[in-house]
């Protein structure tokens, strides 16, 4: 009851900034992260909806909705808000590596394997993105190639437990 009291709380002083700065968007930033922290995913999509009225190519909003949606299996949706990211930010690594987890997750092999691939020429040293290739690999039955890539994941990180 106390827990739910202080969430309450910090979530009307935040709501209470934003009604004060409506276009700070800031603001929505803190009320999007808190509510993600606190597991409420739909209350933070509705925020990051918030945030892409005031400022429509907001990388970071664009890429956490697209997450969200992912989880949600809204799959199209989370495309849309992973291209708009990558438009955005072209030279950013994340929204490549989610891109290419939708892909993979319906079933799109080669649309995952280029994203993945863009997401590695971006930033080679990431141990999830051939953590992600060894399963897509896996899936599609080359297992000495999923080797490699979980190999790869350990080398970067050693203590990753999913290629173990």
Not at 44 to 55: D, G, H, Q, S, V
């Amino acid at each position: 009851m106390e827990k739910n009291l202080f969430r309450d709380n910090i979530i009307n002083e935040l709501k209470e900034k934003i009604l004060k700065d409506p276009n700070n968007v800031n603001n929505y930033q803190n009320l999007a992260n808190y509510y993600i922290g606190n597991s409420d995913y739909n209350s933070a999509a509705l925020t990051y909806k918030e945030i892409l009225k005031l400022t429509p190519d907001d990388f970071q909003a664009l890429t956490n909705l697209g997450s969200i949606y992912f989880y949600k299996k809204m799959f199209f949706e989370a495309i849309d808000c992973f291209n708009k990211s990558i438009k955005k930010e072209p030279q950013n690594y994340t929204a490549y590596y989610n891109l290419g987890n939708v892909y993979a997750e319906v079933e799109n092999f080669e649309a995952a394997l280029t994203n993945y691939e863009k997401a590695l020429n971006l930033n080679p040293d990431k141990a999830e993105i051939y953590s992600a290739l060894g399963y897509l690999y896996s899936d599609v039955n080359n297992y000495k190639v999923a080797i490699d890539n979980y190999e790869k994941a350990l080398e970067l990180d050693p203590n990753r437990s999913e290629e173990r």
